[in-house]
């Protein structure tokens, strides 16, 4: 079974560029989750979905960030601008049923953004 | 922002000594899970144990949860340098369902 699909693995950009990774799930995965990931730190989430629903996104700055996650299957994550503070590692991650049905997230190998 | 905070920072041991790692939490829990982050496999799932659970094994891994103080700890058994890696604990919390992951012990396992 083919796991989390994350694309591009790394960026580089300069600052106030756009920028956008994509994301595929694991086939059957309803809940999405984008993640921010700093140098020594653990993920802290952006945003998740359940199906085509954006269900919370609290923690996404949503004056630069945008995502979307048409018809409930990939998700695009969008910057723009980005600023140097973005460099980080955006992971995504998946699992079957966010209401408790399985509490395992299933990640991806991520995209490592790094803006000049 | 991170609720759970892991100890140590690092731990540096020899390939088969026991490695325990620690994590502090701040507010009640439905789970907490550990994962493993190295570049090779990027994140991964190890274990989860509910709030209801006090101990869980798996393989050489073995998870202990004390609600009572807000902390968890991962025991690994016999390491082997594949299990240099960083290991994070993440809470989920009572009423949703948000990981909040803590900032990650790294391990290194010396052969």
């Known amino acids: 079974e083919a796991g989390v699909v994350q694309s591009p693995r790394y960026k580089i950009i300069e600052k106030k560029q756009p920028v956008a990774f994509w994301c595929n799930p694991i086939?059957?995965?309803?809940?999405l989750y984008w993640y921010l990931q700093n140098l020594g730190q653990g993920p802290e989430l952006l945003i998740r979905y359940e199906n085509e629903e954006a269900v919370d996104d609290s923690q996404l700055p949503k004056d630069r960030f945008s995502a979307e996650r048409l018809k409930g299957v990939d998700s695009t994550l969008k910057i723009q601008p980005a600023e140097l503070g973005d460099s980080a590692v955006y992971l995504c991650?998946?699992?079957?049923?966010?209401?408790?049905?399985?509490?395992?997230?299933?990640f991806g190998p991520g995209t490592r953004l790094t803006v000049l | 922002s991170q609720q759970g905070e892991e100890d140590p920072q690092a731990l540096s041991i020899q390939e088969g000594e026991n490695a325990t790692m620690n994590c502090s939490y701040k507010t009640s829990i439905n789970n907490l899970q550990w994962y493993r982050q190295n570049s090779g496999r990027g994140l991964v799932h190890l274990i989860l144990?509910?709030?209801?659970?006090r101990e869980k094994h798996s393989g050489r891994l073995r998870v202990t949860l004390d609600t009572s103080k807000k902390s968890s700890s991962l025991l690994i058994t016999a390491s082997r340098a594949a299990d240099t890696a960083s290991y994070f604990c993440a809470t989920m919390g009572e009423y949703g369902n948000k990981l909040v992951f803590g900032a990650g012990t790294i391990l290194r396992v010396k052969s």
């Open positions: 991650a998946s699992s079957f049923d966010g209401r408790g049905g399985s509490d395992e997230q299933f």
């Open positions: 086939s059957g995965h309803n809940t």
């Open positions: 144990i509910r709030s209801n659970e």
